[in-house]
Nanobody, 128 residues
């Protein structure tokens, strides 16, 4: 059973930074693509960023591109989302997600769908 636990959310001022972490209870994190998603009140859940199982490929939503960096440490089984220049519209619950892949998978990128495992979420609130 895959368990994902997010941390690092909280209150931040507009223009500030936060680093979200996602600790994964898996045998090998490099068997999974990892992603960060968010859901603001009254809105649909949307993808924020994704990173391939090797860490070689990343994807960012236009809304965070240039302000955010997704990274992973497969040895520590942690995925990070560094968010800079925060905006009030970044306020949302942020979810970590994982998608299992066959060994040495080399399919097209990005792979925006098919995430099977989700964390409980961490609230990010950006104050003006």
């Amino acid at each position: 059973q895959v368990q994902l636990v997010e941390s690092g959310g909280g209150l931040a001022q507009a223009g500030g930074s936060l680093r979200l972490s996602c600790a994964a209870s898996v045998r090998a994190l490099d068997s999974y693509d990892m992603g960060w998603f968010r859901q603001a009140p009254g809105k649909e859940r949307e993808v924020v960023a994704q990173i391939s199982w090797t860490g070689e490929n990343t994807y960012y939503a236009d809304s965070v591109k240039g302000r955010s960096t997704i990274s992973r440490d497969n040895a520590k089984k942690i995925v990070y989302l560094q968010m800079n220049s925060l905006k009030t519209e970044d306020t949302a619950v942020y979810y970590c997600a994982a998608k299992y892949l066959p060994p040495f998978y080399g399919g097209p990128w990005p792979r925006l769908t098919g995430y099977e495992y989700w964390g409980q979420g961490t609230q990010v609130t950006v104050l003006s």
